[in-house]
């Protein structure tokens, strides 16, 4: 038992995932955050004379079927999905801290029917959720967020609200309250910090989450639709064009792996510095 | 008394993906072609001519096998009266057949009438009936048939036209008498030099229509054998179809397709045989292992403009829009040059009707006219446009994100809001709430239904065009009784609509079909449909 | 006991019918705010008023819309569960919902079974071949490929397996799709590559939650204790260890088959498979009410029924939670 506790030891240590991850996202954000200002070439510009060109130095991932470069219009997409996974993760993540900390701490008969409630949208398939909700609210850019963002909460309302649990009967809390402290003060002064590293495992993978059903949306055409460029709906195109331009689905399609994959990492390694051993 | 041809033969609008074949005019296919036609009709010449030259040989190799043609929208109806959609007509061509029906020129031939005729004053029809037409049960077409099934379509039956064209309120049947066995007396409540193509309609047992259990059953070259939702419909060859040596198939299935980019996977792996709604791009990447075969479809693509909005209710606004628009180049984006750039609600290929007016706003964009237009207009930093686009249709979309970056150069500040096909219907189609719409209006062989939806009452006119002298000129040429006559007052109503930029319309795109090699035989029709019984293996 | 299963189990079917009817009245709401109105979406551009007016009447879309769930429930409780409003069986008729989601279903289903074969066959080897931590460039090896592996749209792998057994190796006939009715066995072969795209992320989920399961047992006192009697390492890992560890991957497992019987959206429309995932979503752009609603409140009670059986598993397997 020794050896393999060392090494998990090792790990916390040094944690090379967190770093490794930690790379990864921060060039991901980096190209996203720069793909909102700046593109090396235009995302619209179109050109019958350069279609379906190879990946080259003048296009660093190759042209499409309008002639248009690739990688400006991946680094365009990825900000585009980027800040959809950003304000899905704000919006489910704050409501999720405001709700499970409300149910958590307080528990009783609100907290038991809003656990009814997250288990009920918990156990239904996500993707499907998300689009029954975008063909009430219509699809779209706004609408997109707001459904991913209401599917998404419950799974925050739980893992807050059993951190929350967890915390309410501590010793220091008891004291707090002893003391007179407020019960705001206690929720998101005393509380609230000490479930960051739990919290922050969980907004990246709910983060990744939202990439992943942002993109899948987008290629079944219901999320975000052209012109505005995202990961998901460049894929659907580029499935045509499978054959003559390969490359043309690999750049989105490596480019999600690449942002989905620095998160997890980085999330795991957060959680081996945290010494905790969890499912996922 | 008021008359308004309002052809029903034509189908759905802008079912771009459902395009139509034309591969001759309308009534005088032989006459001089556009430079466009000429050369996509050489390919469905040749087609048509090694068809013909092995047509009559019975028993002759080529007969039998089955083919797979991939399809993109579902049934909406198995219904022939009833069915609206284009890509449903498109196959129920196969099993039904109208007294008269459309052949390759675009000319009417009989079907199950052997001869009609028209009385002086263009109000009564005399149809005699072939002799020796079959059900595909088996049962002899009857005087009665003919006659329950336009009474079923006009809406004589039950008070609900199912073909608006033949209802009497649109100038159609008032009523129907057998005068013998073989001859059926139609009576119409105006004349129409149009109204023989709504006689297409098809003829079905009688009863059949009120029949819950009842299967398709029609008198043409296929008859049907299955159909399942979002995966095929299965029909196989009539052996007693009139026409002698069709059809060649003994099998066909139309197989619905996921998406136009599976469609290309599919064909290349072989599981379709002939796929009719290429992009430009995909035949490109097609071209050398199937047969493309290309001609000009029957689909008028516009970016429609709301005449109503309180913007583009000046003219001068319109007019910039026209202006901008570089329409050489969207035909070189999206249909790779084979679109036929137009100016007006008309089909080149219909060319006793069709005027040239591609020099009012030129084609090849002229943003400085643009912007020195809507400066007069009172927009000298130019105005905010949106333009919504039903996001099912590539071509449409496609179109618009070229369009968008032209307008924009223009101070058109544009915005492609893609919709869903259903909330395009309602919001855009029916309610008329939008400012610009990118989509295509389509006729099958009058060129008439084409304008008539731009008169000011039109319930179809949904960009709100509104021109009394359109009006007025549109019901001299529905009344007119003379083709010349009709022909000027056509060409009159397009250079209004133009002067006027009612809306800016772009082209008429190219239908492109891939075939398997080892067939042959596929014919380009004036309308919408996909004739396989002429169809066969080499 | 007995009585105790059987309250039980009463419990639960009134929680799944509770479930069923709101989910059903929330369906229907949705239905009554998406834009959109299915006598435009059939008639498309050809309506005429008087044709619009018949349809509505044979949809009975003039009753109000309380009239119209009352009429819709009754149906249903009778077992008619309502006509398409979109496909044609004749002429004449709509085809039944019942006869068009029947037919779907075994797609589905059995994507879902070739799925859960390949996830179990793999995933559960793999799990406690990692978990026995051989070795550190082993374990951080395979971490770093179920990473990855997860991180991989569904849609993507899709296109990725199209790509290099369909059309590269040709493996496969993309699109190729054979109905299970007329050639079975074709049909399962085509459905093998689809089969594996749904597999590849769930195999490298359920191999980490397995191992993560098996290590924290590892620690536990029992192993312990086991080990002082002399039992081999060997013996120690599959007779304790591993039955132990696989508790928590059955709730894994039940809820990866709850989300592929609910449809493979993505993957269905990939391989263009005819399944229930794909017929929900062009209902849904049919605006084909019946249709959407029966498959709605088809994909509520296959989760609630797998997570109740898999709870009922658990009960069985492990006697401590019948206590509580």
């Keep these: ?280 | 008394m008021k008359r308004r041809i309002s052809v029903y033969f034509m189908t759905a609008l802008l079912l771009m993906t459902a395009l139509g074949g034309c591969a001759g005019g309308t009534q005088k296919p032989s006459e001089d072609k556009s430079s466009l036609e000429s050369t996509v009709a050489e390919n469905s010449q040749a087609v048509q001519s090694s068809q013909e030259t092995k047509a009559d040989g019975t028993g002759e190799a080529g007969y039998g096998g089955k083919v797979v043609v991939g399809i993109q929208q579902d049934m909406d109806s198995l219904d022939p009266h009833k069915a609206t959609a284009a890509g449903t007509k498109e196959i129920l061509f196969n099993i039904f057949e109208g007294l008269v029906k459309p052949d390759p020129d675009g000319n009417l031939i009989n079907a199950v009438a052997s001869d009609y005729s028209i009385s002086e004053d263009g109000l009564t029809y005399t149809f005699t009936l072939r002799e020796g037409v079959k059900f595909h049960n088996g049962n002899n077409v009857t005087a009665e048939d003919v006659k329950y099934s336009l009474e079923r379509a006009s809406g004589l039956l039950d008070g609900t036209a199912l073909i608006s064209s033949l209802s009497a309120a649109k100038g159609g049947i008032t009523k129907v008498d057998i005068l013998n066995d073989n001859t059926v007396q139609v009576s119409v409540s105006s004349a129409n030099l149009e109204l023989i193509y709504s006689f297409t309609a098809a003829i079905i047992p009688a009863g059949s229509g009120e029949d819950p259990e009842a299967q398709p059953v029609g008198t043409g070259p296929f008859s049907f054998v299955s159909y399942k939702p979002q995966e095929s419909i299965v029909l196989k060859k009539n052996p007693d179809y009139w026409q002698q040596g069709l059809p060649y198939l003994d099998e066909v299935d139309f197989k619905i397709v996921n998406s136009a980019d599976t469609a290309l996977l599919e064909l290349q792996g072989g599981s379709i045989d002939i796929y009719p709604y290429l992009t430009d791009s995909q035949a490109t990447e097609l071209q050398g292992k199937m047969d493309v075969l290309s001609a000009p479809s029957n689909v008028v693509q516009a970016l429609f403009l709301n005449n109503a909005d309180p913007v583009l209710k000046d003219v001068k606004v319109r007019q910039a829009i026209c202006y901008a628009l570089d329409r050489d180049s969207v035909n070189d984006f999206v249909f790779g040059g084979n679109a036929a750039v137009v100016s007006c609600a008309m089909l080149p290929t219909m060319q006793s009707y069709y005027e040239d007016l591609n020099s009012v706003y030129g084609t090849s964009g002229n943003a400085e006219k643009a912007k020195e237009l809507l400066a007069e207009a009172g927009y000298p930093d130019g105005i905010d446009f949106t333009i919504q686009v039903p996001s099912n249709y590539e071509v449409h979309m496609e179109t618009a994100e070229v369009v968008a970056d032209q307008l924009n150069a223009a101070n058109i500040h544009t915005t492609v809001v893609p919709v869903e096909w259903e909330t395009w219907l309602s919001d855009v189609y029916n309610g008329r709430k939008y400012q610009g719409t990118i989509s295509g209006i389509t006729t099958d062989m009058t060129p008439g239904y084409l304008l008539n939806r731009f008169q000011t009452e039109s319930s179809k006119n949904f960009v709100n065009y509104a021109n009394a002298k359109y009006d007025e000129t549109y019901a001299k040429a529905a009344a007119s009784l003379d083709l010349t006559e009709k022909a000027g007052y056509y060409k009159e109503l397009q250079k209004l609509m133009a002067e006027d930029a009612g809306t800016a319309f772009l082209s008429v795109p190219p239908i492109t079909v891939a075939i398997k090699p080892e067939l042959e035989g596929y014919t380009f029709y004036p309308v919408y449909v996909q004739d396989m019984s002429v169809v066969k293996y080499k | 006991m007995q009585y105790r299963m059987t309250k039980l189990i009463g419990k639960k079917l009134i929680t799944l019918i509770m479930t069923l009817f709101l989910v059903s009245v929330a369906a229907f709401l949705a239905f009554q705010i998406i834009p959109g109105d299915v006598v435009n979406a059939i008639l498309g551009t050809e309506a005429t008023p008087e044709r619009e007016a018949k349809l509505r009447e044979e949809l009975g879309l003039n009753d109000p819309p309380v009239v119209r769930y009352l009429h819709w429930i009754g149906g249903v409780l009778h077992g008619d569960l309502g006509r398409s409003y979109r496909y044609s069986k004749s002429m004449n008729e709509m085809l039944p919902v019942a006869e068009l989601i029947g037919d779907k279903l075994p797609v589905t289903l059995w994507l879902a079974a070739l799925a859960v074969f390949f996830i179990v066959v793999v995933s559960i080897p793999l799990g406690v071949f990692w978990a026995q931590g051989k070795s550190h460039f082993l374990d951080a090896f395979l971490n770093v490929l179920t990473q990855s592996v997860m991180a991989v749209p569904s849609f993507f792998l899709g296109i990725l397996v199209t790509y290099l057994f369909g059309m590269v190796l040709k493996w496969f006939q993309p699109g190729g799709y054979v109905s299970y009715q007329k050639d079975f066995a074709g049909f399962l072969k085509y459905l093998v590559f689809p089969a594996i795209s749904v597999a590849i992320p769930k195999i490298a989920m359920t191999a980490r939650f397995l191992r993560n399961s098996m290590l924290t047992e590892k620690t536990s006192d029992y192993v312990r204790t086991a080990k002082s009697k002399g039992c081999t390492d060997r013996q120690v890992m599959y007779g304790h260890v591993l039955r132990n560890a696989m508790m928590p991957v059955v709730t894994f497992l039940g809820m990866i088959i709850a989300e592929i019987v609910a449809g493979s959206i993505v993957v269905e429309q990939v391989f263009g498979l005819p399944g229930v995932g794909r017929l929900l979503i062009s209902s849904i752009s049919n605006r084909d009410f019946p249709v959407v609603e029966i498959l709605i409140l088809y994909i509520t009670a296959v989760v609630i029924v797998v997570y109740f059986l898999v709870d009922l598993l658990y009960r069985v397997i492990d006697p401590r939670i019948r206590e509580m």
């Design chain 1, 1 to 280: 038992m020794g050896k393999l506790q060392r090494i998990m030891k090792k790990l916390h240590n040094k944690s090379p995932y967190f770093w490794i991850g930690l790379f990864m996202s921060s060039v991901a954000v980096v190209w996203a955050v720069l793909g909102f200002f700046w593109t090396p070439c235009s995302t619209t510009a179109m050109s019958a004379a350069e279609r379906f060109q190879a990946p080259s130095w003048g296009h660093l991932f190759g042209t499409d079927n309008f002639g248009r470069d690739i990688f400006s219009r991946v680094m365009k997409g990825a900000s585009t999905t980027v800040l959809v996974g950003l304000l899905v993760v704000l919006f489910s993540g704050g409501f999720g801290v405001l709700i499970g900390a409300l149910t958590g701490y307080f528990g009783g008969i609100l907290d038991e029917l809003v656990m009814r409630f997250v288990d009920a949208v918990n156990g239904f398939p996500s993707i499907l959720l998300a689009l029954v909700m975008i063909s009430v609210l219509g699809s779209g850019r706004h609408n997109l967020i707001l459904s991913l963002g209401i599917v998404f909460t419950p799974s925050f309302i739980r893992i807050v609200r059993s951190e929350f649990i967890r915390l309410r009967d501590a010793d220091y809390i008891s004291r707090a309250r002893l003391m007179g402290v407020k019960k705001i003060r206690i929720l998101f002064v005393h509380i609230l910090p000490n479930i960051l590293s739990t919290f922050s495992v969980s907004v990246m993978i709910g983060f990744n989450n939202a990439i992943l059903a942002e993109s899948g949306m987008s290629y079944l055409g219901i999320g975000v639709l052209p012109p505005d460029a995202s990961l998901g709906n460049m894929l659907s195109d580029a499935q045509g064009y499978l054959m003559r331009a390969p490359w043309y689905a690999m750049a989105p399609g490596l480019t999600i792996v690449w942002i989905v994959l620095g998160f997890s990492l980085l999330s795991e390694g957060i959680r081996r510095n945290a010494g905790e051993v969890r499912g996922l």
